[in-house]
């Protein structure tokens, strides 16, 4: 058993990457979910934004816990004491990326390996981008997101609606 860290920028978190961190906080003791600050993507919600959403989303999970990095993952691994990385791995869209990301994380950093999980069906076209486009155009994406997600999330492009026009 291990603690492992699952990273990602999570703008914002979604039912997939949810079921992520529930299969995964049984295999693992310990599971941070590292939310990445300043990255080079532009987010609709700050790190402190994600993070709330996620700690809440997942608030029924003792051994899971949410908090920012900056940096590499190998090194934010190292300062939160994980020796695993978890992924998820969509069917059609992942796998180029994310063996890519892993080869190069190991080349840093041998004693930390990469497990990446298989999404389950029903979310395997789901994603924080699409969520946003579609959610965007007035689409209902309350069964995609956890609840908590909704309001906020709806509330953000209503704004944004607002100050473009
Ligand atoms: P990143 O910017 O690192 O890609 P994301 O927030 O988009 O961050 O995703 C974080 C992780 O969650 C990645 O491993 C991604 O493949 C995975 N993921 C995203 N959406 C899903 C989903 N619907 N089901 C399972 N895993 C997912």
Redesign the pocket.
């Known amino acids: 058993m291990a603690r492992a860290i699952?990273?990602?920028?999570?703008?914002p978190v979604?039912?997939?990457?949810v079921?992520?961190v529930e299969r995964a906080s049984h295999t693992v003791d310990h599971l941070t979910v590292g939310v990445?600050e300043g990255?080079l993507?532009r987010t609709m919600f700050n790190v402190d934004e994600r993070i709330e959403m996620f700690s809440e989303a997942v608030a029924h999970l003792p051994n899971v816990e949410v908090k920012p990095y900056s940096g590499l993952t190998v090194e934010a691994a190292r300062k939160f004491g994980a020796t695993v990385i978890v992924?998820?791995?969509?069917i059609t869209?992942?796998f180029e990326?994310?063996s890519e990301m892993a080869l190069m994380n190991r080349r840093m950093a041998e004693d930390i390996e990469t497990i990446?999980?298989f999404?389950?069906l029903e979310?395997?076209?789901?994603?924080?981008?699409r969520v946003k486009e579609v959610a965007a155009f007035g689409a209902d994406v309350s069964d995609l997101v956890p609840q908590n997600v909704w309001k906020p999330l709806v509330e953000r492009l209503e704004q944004r609606k607002a100050s473009n026009s």
């Open positions: 699952y990273p990602g920028t999570f703008d979604t039912n997939g990457h079921d992520i990445v990255s993507k992924r998820g791995l969509r869209s992942d990326y994310e990446c999980l999404s389950a979310y395997q076209i789901l994603s924080s981008s």
